[in-house]
């Protein structure tokens, strides 16, 4: 039986893609959900997972964020996608003959100068393969949809228009999830550290937390804050540094991290991909 790798969404969504950047001998299994993906891996019914963790336009994903301490997963490696959005309708059309595209929401609004030029009317679908699954059932040649080159190669649709965003460098970061950890690997890119902790409460504990990064030249990409558990006293911070636990000057400052803290949760250990 083939190894497999999760991801939320159907087949030909981007993040089926990134998938296929970040290990294409892996059979892609779709699942309904980001827990559902996750869930997967813990289960042994896929060996990875690919879940989208910020993106260049809209951000971070924020349920990301919040199931990545509790999932008991481990990032191993990233990816990143670079969202190419296509028109695409069912065979023999022309894009004289679209009325209205289907898609997620955000696709929608991301490419509203090109379906306004051409008086297409925008239709809101579930995700952005769904819709041009369901662009392909129907099989309404006024109607298309909106998705990745991957998603019109499975569903059978035709090609109408190519790269059709308004904006020209919108990417999204994936993380690839594994059971176990991987702090073996090193090599020629940067290695990256992800963690995320919880500061004391003392006066300044965040500012002193972050001197030991500081004093120790250890350059910190990401340190992004989020409630937990819907408190508003609670707060937990997500970061990523340049470096490998190994390193020396990474065990001090994570020493100094743990005298201003009252948790730390190591996330994962990778290199750092040749796209960042």
């Keep these: ?63 990301i964020h919040s199931l990545l301490p509790r999932s008991g997963l481990h990032i191993i490696d990233e990816a990143f996608v670079r969202v ?51 662009v392909s059932e129907d099989a309404n040649p006024a109607q298309a949809a909106l998705a990745s080159e991957l998603a019109g190669e499975i569903y059978g649709l035709d090609l109408l228009a190519r790269h059709i965003e308004d904006e020209g460098n919108n990417t999204t970061r994936f993380l ?3 059971r176990e950890p991987n702090l073996t690997r090193r090599g020629d890119s940067p290695m990256l550290t992800s ?13 002193k937390a972050m001197g030991g990064f500081a004093t120790n030249g250890i350059n910190m990409i990401k340190l992004e804050s989020y409630m937990v558990d819907g408190s508003f006293t609670a707060t937990q911070f997500f970061a990523e540094i340049e470096g490998h636990p190994d390193d020396r000057n990474v065990q001090l400052a994570m020493e100094e991290l743990s005298y201003f803290t009252s948790e730390v949760k190591l996330l994962g250990v990778y290199p750092s991909a040749s796209k960042r």
Excluded: W
């Design 195 to 207: 963690f995320v902790f919880r500061v004391r409460n003392i006066p300044a504990a965040l500012y």
């Design 176 to 178: 690839i999830m594994s």
């Design 84 to 134: 190419h959005i296509n028109l695409l309708g069912v065979p023999g059309t022309t894009i004289d003959d679209i009325q209205s595209a289907m898609s997620h929401t955000v696709l929608l609004g991301q490419c509203r100068n090109f379906l306004g030029k051409h008086g297409i009317h925008r239709v809101v679908g579930a995700d952005t393969a769904g819709s041009a699954k369901q």
């Design 1 to 63: 039986m083939a190894e497999k790798i999760a991801f939320q969404g159907e087949l030909g969504a981007y993040s089926h893609e990134a998938c296929r950047i970040a290990r294409p001998n892996l059979e892609p299994l779709p699942c309904r959900t980001f827990e559902d993906a996750i869930e997967a891996v813990r289960s042994g019914a896929a060996e990875l997972a690919a879940l989208p963790v910020e993106n260049s336009t809209y951000g971070r994903v924020a349920d």
